[in-house]
């Protein structure tokens, strides 16, 4: 029996095949492109609204808390008096040199007095 072979007018049967796939996953990777650039684009404006800055005459206004994150020209002592905490060293052994305190170092107090 011969084979009959199926033909495309002006191509190859495999060639519009080919192409057909190909536009299948382009069209779903532009769906799921879109998709994950709204589910992030979400998240980011929710991330903005939480957000608060802090800076000059406010932040060294703010409450003592548990967790505190040390300001520009903050020491130990200075936040030591503000929250009235003097066991800040003993409260967190990541701190090894008391003079090597930076903005952003995450340190936790037990504030004893309020402000």
Known sequence: MARQRHHVKGGLPWLAAAADAASWCLALSVVALLL?????????????????VVRGAALSARPCEEIYVVAEGETLHSISDKCGDPFILEQNPHVHDPDDVFPGLVIKITPSKPR
Do not use: D, I, K, T
């Open 36 to 52: 994950v650039c709204s589910v992030g684009a979400g998240g980011a404006e929710q991330q903005q609204q939480q957000l608060v």
